[in-house]
Every structure is written in structure tokens, then in C-alpha cells.
């Protein structure tokens, strides 16, 4: 069965600072990968999402991730935090023998002015 | 369009009583999934629907959780004789057949006392 590890339960950091959010997912073939976002009290917004092709994809809000299939990674990006960023994000994985999605635990954001 | 919609937003309920919770999924989507968010956790699958017939209840908990789609749009999900542990946000999230991208709704805090 797939499984997604997030290894960080909480970051701080300071507006204007770089932030990377890791990722790890466990699966046998590629599979549809994903950024979530949860503001407090809201549902999950769809940051990003990798099919297939480049590696580097793009998402709403200045946010990027990278897929690399050796490192079974797909670590989220953003070159600089603004304060409205503080927010829980999740990756997950979706195989379509499963036709489900499978969530990390989440990592919480916190922005320090 | 109109989004993923969930009603109630928060229901409040006592041990041992019967809930039904409501998702109203986007127009045209023939997917719909139920899934249930712990304290600090991420989502995880309760059911999914492809039109009216649920395609794979994997990952209900016990048989006092049950869901329907008669008309393959809306969905209930009914939990009864209601425990303690029973009380999260119950994310419902719809897509286009067969699609890995998926749509939620805002959710309902389920509080059971």
C-alpha cells in the first residue's frame, strides 16, 4: 500500500525567508503526486499537483515542488513566505488502483514577522 | 461555479445518537469521496462513490458507518449509535470520472459528547 511521510510536524519561519516543505511517498510505480493547503477552519485548497513531464511544477500562490523519482521526494517550495502562508500543508499521493487519495500527517507553518 | 458543499459545517451530538452528514458535490462530477480528518492528522478515505454505487468502502471504520448516492449527486454519510472517537472533520471531495484531482468541500466538525 502507498504511504506518505511529511518528517516535519512544525516550521517557523520568517516573512521574506525561503521555505521547503519535504515530502516522501512510498509506492511501487510513479504516482500522481500533490500539495495541499489548510488554512484554520477551511477545507483543503489544491496547491500543485505532478502527473507527469517536468519535474518542476508550478502552483498557485508562488508555490513549486520538484518530483524526484530517486529520492521518492516531492518537496514543496516557495523563495519567499509571506505572513497569509501560515497554514497546515498536506502531500498525497493518488494511484488509480486505489482511486484514493493518500495524505501525510501535515506539516503546520508558522510565519514570524 | 459553485465549489463542493457540506452541510452541516458543525454538528454537535451526544453518545449513542444518530448522524447524518450531507455533500453536496460539483455539478457534472461523477466521483465523490468521503474522508475523515483527526486532530493533527491528515484525511484519510472513508469511501468512494462512482455514481450511485460506492466503488470501494475500504476504509469505513465499523458497520455503524454507512453512506449513500441514490441519484449519484448527493451524498449522505450516516454514523450511528455515535462514540467519542468518532469526533473529526469529515471532508467530502468530488472530480470528473476516473480523475485524480480531486475537489473538497469546507467540511463538518463532528463534536461528539
Known amino acids: 500500500a502507498q504511504s506518505v511521510t511529511q518528517p516535519d510536524i512544525h516550521i517557523t519561519v520568517s516573512e521574506g525567508a525561503s521555505l521547503e516543505l519535504r515530502c516522501n511517498y512510498s509506492?511501487?510505480?510513479?504516482?500522481?503526486l500533490f500539495w495541499y493547503v489548510q488554512s484554520p477552519g477551511q477545507g483543503l485548497q489544491l496547491l500543485l499537483k505532478?502527473?507527469?513531464?517536468?519535474?518542476l511544477v508550478q502552483g498557485i500562490k508562488g508555490f513549486e515542488a520538484e518530483f524526484k523519482r530517486s529520492q521518492s521526494s516531492f518537496n514543496l517550495r516557495k523563495p519567499s513566505v509571506h505572513w497569509s502562508d501560515a497554514a497546515e500543508y498536506f502531500c498525497a499521493v493518488y494511484t488509480g488502483t486505489a482511486s484514493k487519495l493518500t495524505f501525510g500527517t501535515g506539516t503546520r507553518l508558522q510565519v514570524t514577522l | 461555479g459553485a465549489g463542493v458543499s457540506q452541510t452541516p459545517s458543525n454538528k454537535v451530538t451526544e453518545k449513542g445518537k444518530y448522524v447524518e452528514l450531507r455533500c453536496d458535490p460539483i455539478?457534472?462530477?461523477?466521483?465523490l469521496y468521503w474522508y475523515r480528518q483527526s486532530l493533527g492528522q491528515g484525511p484519510e478515505f472513508l469511501i468512494y462513490f462512482q455514481g450511485t454505487g460506492a466503488a470501494d468502502d475500504s476504509g469505513l471504520p465499523n458497520d455503524r458507518f454507512f453512506a449513500v448516492r441514490p441519484e449519484g449527486s448527493v451524498s449522505t454519510l450516516k454514523i450511528q449509535r455515535t462514540e467519542r472517537g468518532d469526533s473529526a472533520v469529515y471532508l467530502c471531495?468530488?472530480?470528473?470520472?476516473?480523475?485524480?484531482?480531486?475537489?473538497f468541500g469546507p467540511g463538518t466538525r463532528l463534536t461528539v459528547l
Open positions: 455539478s457534472g462530477h461523477t466521483a
Open positions: 505532478y502527473f507527469s513531464g517536468d519535474t
Open positions: 471531495a468530488s472530480s470528473r470520472k476516473a480523475s485524480p484531482e480531486q475537489f
Open positions: 509506492y511501487g510505480a510513479t504516482p500522481y
